[in-house]
């Protein structure tokens, strides 16, 4: 039940949709997103991304997977300008 109740959020809400704080291969600080589900395309990621960052970003890196339960994960790596 509780796995269900998990993919039912995934899926229709895009859990992880806040942007946490990370270190990059360069060593320096980013911003990453990650918009899970069919119902987050990558204009989701963007839009959030912007809201995190009012003055426009720079994307770092970007990554698209199936996870497990074959959601597509979109992974968005960037840092405010």
Do not use: H
């Not at 704080?21 to 997103?33: H, Y």
């Not at 963007?46 to 199936?66: H, L, N, R, T, W």
């Not at 597509?72 to 960037?78: A, E, G, I, S």
């Amino acid at each position: 039940m509780k796995y269900l109740l998990l993919l039912s959020c995934f899926f229709l809400f895009g859990c992880g949709l806040a942007p946490k704080s990370v270190v990059t291969a360069d060593g320096k600080t980013a911003l990453q997103i990650r918009c899970v589900g069919s119902a987050n395309s990558w204009n989701t990621c963007y839009a959030k991304a912007k809201e995190s960052c009012p003055a426009g970003f720079e994307i770092v890196d970007k990554e698209q997977f199936m996870a497990d339960v074959d959601l597509p994960v979109r992974v968005l790596t960037y840092r405010c300008k």
